[in-house]
């Protein structure tokens, strides 16, 4: 990518186009009519949660000419400066701007897009607060931590119509050559999915530590359950950390369901709805050795740790493995990224500029999270489950349906 001389930052470059009494850096739908995005201007966003993961994903999406990268914003301000040091290294100016909380982002008519790389049980408030304010979202995954917090984000994109995103580059970009073989035809009708992820989450003690100087630990805890700091629970460690604990996500079942289950119901063309039924093993026709769920037209998802993504049809099965080897038996116009994008970022730059529902749409998401907290809800009550996706609700267990929301924490309560 080539570098804009030292002499003109970025910020003077867009304020050059404004008149002196408009805002620094113009967001990109003034320049649009009824609400769109000019395809013509860069998209104006703010990365918030400059973590393990949002690490990886600032100059990702920085380096897009699509994005214009006004600063980050993390309750953690040792995360927030390398956030901003990083991107005005890469830049080379002093451009970058610290947000300590979200809500400043928000409050900014000059921000078009949230990009939210927080733990997991803080996308649902940023998501349906940035909604709120007019901003559209990519979040990472998995979308949200609870059932009810499902609609809470589906509802936000419709009501205040903005572009959401999940975000899974593994579901096109590692597992996409499975849709055309299946939809296809090549394995006949599917039957039985079977996916390996890990485990769920538990609930450890942790005892208290000394919170870091610049850690705002009560907002970093948000709407979780008060706890003491402990430096564990605050890792985002892709090995442990936050996301084996159940405050905070719905374990590695749902890290990493988020990609491989997302990646199978994309490839069997049950990525629009949620299951149906909640199977333990060898009970209610699953006869696997595995906790299950049941899709309304009889296909079964299994949480089977010893398996890639495999999926078995009445004539074949087809895996991740030999996936490549396999031509489908005909053309099949099957969903893909928008725009011929071959790369997530890019897909949810071109659906946020032409307002249009990205691959992964915020329903997507919410279907895919549901697949990991119903498995989830499985195994803590141990029972058969029935759900009624259309009323958010277990028909046949009051003890699951207490699991379908939380209690949320004053004040980091969502509200729509």
């Known amino acids: 990518m080539k570098r804009r001389p030292k002499s003109i930052s970025r910020r003077r470059f867009l304020a050059g186009v404004a008149a002196a009494a408009a805002p620094l850096v113009l967001p990109a739908k003034v320049l649009g009519l009824n609400n769109t995005v000019s395809p013509s201007n860069r998209l104006v966003s703010v990365l918030i949660g400059h973590g393990n993961r949002g690490s990886e994903t600032l100059l990702p999406f920085a380096l897009l000419p699509d994005f214009y990268m006004l600063g980050v914003c993390d309750c953690y ?5 390398e956030g901003k040091e990083r991107l005005d290294k890469q830049f080379e100016n002093n451009d970058a701007i610290i947000f300590p909380k979200y809500e400043d982002v928000l409050d900014r008519s000059d921000v078009d897009v949230v990009i939210c790389t927080t733990p997991d049980h803080w996308h649902t408030k940023i998501i349906v607060d940035s909604c709120k304010a007019g901003k559209d979202v990519f979040s990472e995954k998995p979308l949200t931590l609870t059932l009810a917090e499902g609609r809470m984000v589906v509802q936000a994109a419709r009501k205040y119509n903005r572009v959401v995103s999940s975000g899974s580059q593994r579901v096109m970009e590692d597992y996409g050559k499975l849709a055309p073989i299946i939809q296809a035809g090549n394995i006949g009708e599917v039957k039985e ?17 000394e919170i870091p100087e610049g850690l705002d630990w009560d907002r970093w805890l948000g709407q979780a359950p008060w706890a003491p700091f402990n430096a564990d ?34 490839a069997c063309g049950l990525d629009g709805e949620e299951p149906v039924k909640v199977l333990q093993p060898h009970s209610g026709g699953n ?23 495999t999926i078995v049809g009445t004539e074949g099965t087809v895996h991740t493995g ?26 949810v730059a071109w659906s946020f500029k032409h307002r249009v529902r990205p691959f992964q749409d915020v329903q997507f998401g919410a279907n895919v999270a549901a697949v990991c907290q119903l498995l989830n809800i499985g195994y803590q009550v141990k029972r058969d489950l029935v759900w009624d996706s259309a009323n958010t609700r277990f028909t046949n267990d009051e003890q699951a349906n207490r699991l379908v929301s939380r209690v949320q924490r004053a004040p980091y309560t969502i509200e729509l």
């Open 77 to 81: 301000k040792l995360h927030a400066v």
């Open 233 to 266: 629970r605050f890792s985002g460690s892709y090995g442990g950390g936050w996301r084996r604990l159940y405050d905070y996500g719905n374990g590695f079942l749902a890290d990493w369901g988020a990609h491989k289950f997302a990646g199978a119901v994309y």
């Open 322 to 347: 030999n996936a490549w080897q396999i031509v489908p038996s005909h053309v099949v116009n099957i969903r893909r990224y928008h725009g011929a994008r071959e790369e997530i970022r890019a897909e």
């Open 193 to 209: 999915i079977f996916c390996g992820v890990g485990g769920p989450p538990s609930q450890d003690y942790l005892p208290e530590e």
């Open 287 to 309: 006869e696997t050795d595995f906790m299950t769920v049941e899709y309304a037209n009889g296909v079964q998802l299994h949480h089977a740790p010893e398996y890639d993504i």
